[in-house]
């Protein structure tokens, strides 16, 4: 069982930046991060391998970036040029597929318990 603990969230202003956290205490193979905002669904933001390859929403292409120190365990979300509809509170989240990663959030048995983001116009 992965336990998983994000930090990093806050409020800014549009334009801002934040870089989220999130410890665990073992290694996995696909990990990622979803968001959700109110009266919406779940969503994939990014995800990430242990070799590396990314992925991301096409919403946040070209401003947030996923990484992950595996020898500290760590992940990171790093984003830039934050808007209002990025609001949402964001999850980190391990996968228990060890072959193939996707942005599907059934494919992802543990959750952190979510850091909140607000971004202000």
């Known amino acids: 069982q992965v336990q998983l603990v994000e930090s990093g969230g806050g409020s800014v202003q549009a334009g801002g930046s934040l870089r989220l956290s999130c410890g665990y205490t073992?290694?996995?193979?696909?990990m990622a991060w979803f968001r959700q905002a109110p009266g919406k669904e779940r969503e994939g933001v990014a995800y990430i391998t242990t070799g590396g390859s990314t992925s991301y929403a096409d919403s946040v292409k070209g401003r947030f970036t996923i990484s992950r120190d595996n020898a500290k365990n760590t992940l990171y979300l790093q984003m830039n040029s934050l808007k209002p509809e990025d609001t949402a509170m964001y999850y980190c989240a391990a996968s228990i597929d060890w072959v193939r990663c996707r942005l599907l959030a059934d494919d992802f048995t543990n959750w952190g318990q979510g850091t909140q983001v607000t971004v202000s116009s």
């Open positions: 073992s290694r996995r193979y696909c």
